[in-house]
């Protein structure tokens, strides 16, 4: 089974700060996806990544295989950023779901 | 429908009561995937669907869980005799299929057994 890993698990920062989460997992992955949950529970997609790095407004993901390891980037954050932000790997083989991470509380204060 | 749709969005039901959650996946999607997730907890995996087969249960919990997808689309989870260690937010994802990881998610049912 894949262990992942997020760090940290609270973060709490002041507007325009640069951000960054990691998310480690133990096994290759076919996948990986980077999440956001809002108080209400529902959950967004942000990225899924399988090599490389993609970007996407003022978020950036990067993700290296070799040291099965992946960072979430924000820059210039904003109050409205404020979220639980979820990495969760797709194994492949036997089981096709997701194994997620405890997710990042990120709290952006003005 | 545009995305995935679960319902009820909130359901509170009295211990050892039956509750049905339902899933609506975005049409098309061959591949639909439940979810529970606790207080404080990232989700956890408990059945995956390609088609109206369970291709994977390994997740659900214990023999209170079922869940069906008749007709290869709705799918619903049923929860008998609940208990309230089941309160958490039950998410329901869905992707094109096999091969095709990147899944879509609904806004989730948060239960709550009292």
Same mark, same amino acid.
């Given at each position: 089974k894949n262990e992942v890993e997020q760090s940290p698990q609270n973060l709490t920062a002041q507007e325009g700060e640069f951000i960054t989460i990691n998310c480690s997992y133990s096994v290759g992955i076919s996948a990986l996806h980077w999440l956001q949950q809002h108080p209400g529970g529902g959950i967004v997609s942000l990225f899924m990544l399988s090599s490389g790095k993609k970007k996407h407004g003022r978020l950036i993901a990067t993700i290296n295989i070799q040291e099965k390891h992946s960072s979430l980037h924000i820059t /210039?954050?904003?109050?409205?950023?404020s979220a639980v932000y979820i990495c969760a790997v797709?194994?492949?083989?036997? /089981?096709d779901g997701l194994t997620f991470g405890k997710g990042t509380h990120l709290i952006i204060q003005p | 429908g545009a995305g995935v749709s679960q319902t009820p969005s909130n359901k509170v039901t009295e211990k050892g009561k039956y509750v049905e959650l339902r899933c609506d996946p975005i049409s098309g999607h061959t591949a639909l995937y439940w979810y529970r997730q606790s207080l404080g907890q990232g989700p956890e995996f408990l059945i995956y669907f390609q088609g109206t087969g369970?291709?994977?249960?390994?997740?659900?919990?214990?023999?209170r869980f079922f869940a069906v997808r008749p007709e290869g689309s709705v799918s619903t989870l049923k929860i008998q005799r609940t208990e309230r260690g089941d309160s958490a937010v039950y998410l329901c994802a869905s992707s094109l299929?096999?091969?095709?990881?990147e899944a879509f998610f609904g806004q989730g049912t948060r239960l709550t057994v009292v």
């Open positions: /210039a954050s904003h109050p409205r950023d797709h194994s492949g083989g036997g /089981a | 369970a291709a994977d249960d390994s997740g659900l919990p214990n023999d299929g096999r091969g095709t990881p």
